[in-house]
């Protein structure tokens, strides 16, 4: 199975902070890497896709890159609602999780 | 709007069974694959089922043997029969819709849409 990082495991930032998140694969993944963004009591949400595509409805504010095996997901500037969980996953060779970033206030 | 409620779950004892169920609604039902996706609490994410437009099946090895997805088309339904139940199958468990595709080597998917999820606890 091919394991998924993510760092840091907890992020604290302020509003309009610019925020970034790392996910590593144990192996090349290309660019099958998802990015989900979950609040407490609900689903996850899809934000990206193939690594670097924005979910439609999503705010441009979010952004992917990374191919192979080093991924990052940035938020250009945080707004009060995008505190909480994110979530990377690939889908390269079974759909499998990294273990998320708590994105909490400063 | 997509929607996606699941319903069937709760309290079951290890070793028992349990049939969740996903009602779907929004959206053209039969051309998707559709997955479970389980969540412990507080931790991760674990891909637990898939079904395609043919209804050809798929599951980790953490299941397979125990969990049975179905779907039916006619009704936008999708299920997940439970058997030999055991505490790490304690989870919220959501429907999910598949953005990608299985073969009999794996799932080459992400999830565009999600349910709100369903409680399963198995404890004695």
């Known amino acids: 199975d091919i394991q998924m990082t993510q760092s840091p495991s907890t992020l604290s930032a302020s509003v309009g902070d610019r925020v970034t998140i790392t996910c590593r694969a144990s192996?090349?993944?290309?660019?099958?890497l998802a990015w989900y963004q979950q609040k407490p009591g609900k689903a996850p949400r899809l934000l990206i896709y193939?690594?670097?595509t924005l979910e439609r409805g999503v705010p441009s504010r979010f952004s992917g890159s990374g191919s192979g095996t080093e991924f990052t997901l940035t938020i250009s500037s945080l707004q009060p609602d995008d505190f909480a969980t994110y979530f990377c996953?690939?889908?390269?060779?079974?759909?499998?999780f990294g273990p998320g970033t708590k994105v909490d206030v400063k | 709007e997509v929607q996606l409620v699941e319903s069937g779950g709760g309290l079951v004892q290890p070793g028992g069974s349990l049939r969740l169920s996903c009602a779907a609604s929004?959206?053209?039902?039969?051309?998707?694959?559709m997955h479970w996706v389980r969540q412990v609490a507080g931790k991760g994410l674990e891909w637990v089922a898939a079904?395609?437009?043919?209804?050809?099946?798929y599951y980790p090895d953490s299941v397979k043997g125990r969990f049975t997805i179905s779907r039916e088309d006619a009704k936008n339904s999708l299920s997940l029969q439970m058997n030999g139940l055991r505490a790490g199958d304690t989870a919220v468990y959501y429907c999910?819709?598949?953005?990608?595709?299985?073969?009999?080597?794996?799932?080459?998917?992400?999830?565009?849409?999600w349910g709100q999820g369903t409680l399963v606890t198995v404890s004695s």
């Open positions: 192996q090349s993944i290309s660019h099958w």
């Open positions: 929004g959206f053209t039902f039969n051309v998707y694959d």
């Open positions: 996953q690939q889908y390269n060779n079974g759909p499998t």
């Open positions: 079904i395609d437009t043919g209804g050809d099946t």
């Open positions: 999910a819709r598949g953005l990608g595709y299985c073969t009999r080597a794996s799932c080459y998917v992400c999830f565009d849409n």
């Open positions: 193939k690594a670097s």
